[in-house]
């Protein structure tokens, strides 16, 4: 049975610590939405205490699923190095945008895509049965590509959406945290190809509320009885307070303080880590 959750008032930079206005999360929510890279991890470094937060949310009878804009490993790929980290997840509580673009492509009567990705996200797609082309396609379907955002890949993805083909973006951050510091991520690259082409990108990936809503339904939940939990002031937290999400950033991963006040959002709570949830549980 889930019990009322009581959690101090957290001070955001503009908000009062003593207005009546203070930011609370309210004992409606019965479930969360939770981020991987940046929240529970970053590079191959799980932050303390967060397995203790997941465990107890377990033992309180809290639901959760993950939504990761993560488009380098297919699923069950991020299901094993969550497992090699030390979380005991499986495959099936995870949700990563290429499992939103093979959807829409399903949907659309339509099966080949230029995918502009590196890793073996491939996978997910090739057991899925889309076909991989680097001809004739009716998708180019963009992710982090890393080293792979080529002159000559971009240039191929330009001609495919120039002849027809529809750009479907697995997500659209403009930059992510690895061990070494901040780099760009796929927004970028999007963007240009959007300029090049005249053509908009359609998001498969937070914060678009057709991905947030795969996993709001598996949860068998509303929007109000959850809240998201991430690294990132706009795609994480504003992406679900748009669709009535209550947005909890951490201060772990690619949380910048400068870049939280320039956003202009006002998340519900701001913790230094999401391990820091679980005594107020």
């Known amino acids: 049975m889930i019990q009322k959750i009581y959690l101090e008032k957290i001070h955001y930079p503009g908000v009062s610590s003593d207005s009546s206005d203070a930011p609370w999360l309210p004992a409606a929510i019965r479930a969360f939405l939770i981020d991987l890279d940046g929240v529970l991890y970053t590079g191959n470094n ?12 377990n033992e309180l009878g809290y639901g959760y699923r993950f939504v990761s804009n993560s488009t380098r490993r297919a699923r069950d790929s991020v299901a094993a190095r969550l497992q090699v980290l030390g979380y005991d997840v499986s495959a099936e509580q995870i949700y990563t945008p ?15 895509c230029f995918l502009l990705t590196t890793g073996d996200v491939h996978r997910d797609f090739e057991q899925a049965g889309i076909c991989i082309s ?34 479907l973006a697995l997500e659209m951050d403009r930059y992510w945290n690895e061990p070494q ?4 991520s796929t927004g970028p690259f999007v963007a240009a190809l959007e300029y090049a082409t005249g ?5 498969m990936g937070k914060p678009s509320r057709n991905f947030f809503e795969l996993a709001l339904h598996d949860l068998g939940i509303k929007p109000e009885e959850a809240a998201m939990i991430g690294d990132d002031i706009l795609t994480d937290v504003h ?9 909890i950033l951490v201060k772990t991963g690619k949380y910048r303080e400068e870049i939280a006040k320039r956003s202009g959002v006002k998340p519900n709570m701001i913790l230094q880590s999401m391990a820091d949830l679980a005594e107020h549980l």
């Not at 510091?181 to 760009?184: E, W």
């Not at 992406?239 to 947005?247: D, R, T």
């Open 46 to 57: 799980p932050y303390p205490g967060v397995k203790e937060c997941l465990q107890r949310m």
């Open 98 to 112: 290429p499992l939103a673009a093979i959807e829409h492509i399903k949907k659309s009567g339509k099966d080949r």
């Open 134 to 167: 680097d001809e004739e396609v009716d998708y180019v379907v963009m992710g982090d590509a890393g080293d792979g955002f080529t002159f000559d890949r971009l240039n191929q993805a330009l001609r495919f959406i120039l002849d027809g083909a529809d750009i």
């Open 181 to 184: 510091g901040l780099v760009l």
């Open 199 to 203: 053509k908009k990108a359609l998001l």
């Open 239 to 247: 992406g679900a307070q748009e669709m009535g999400m209550h947005g």
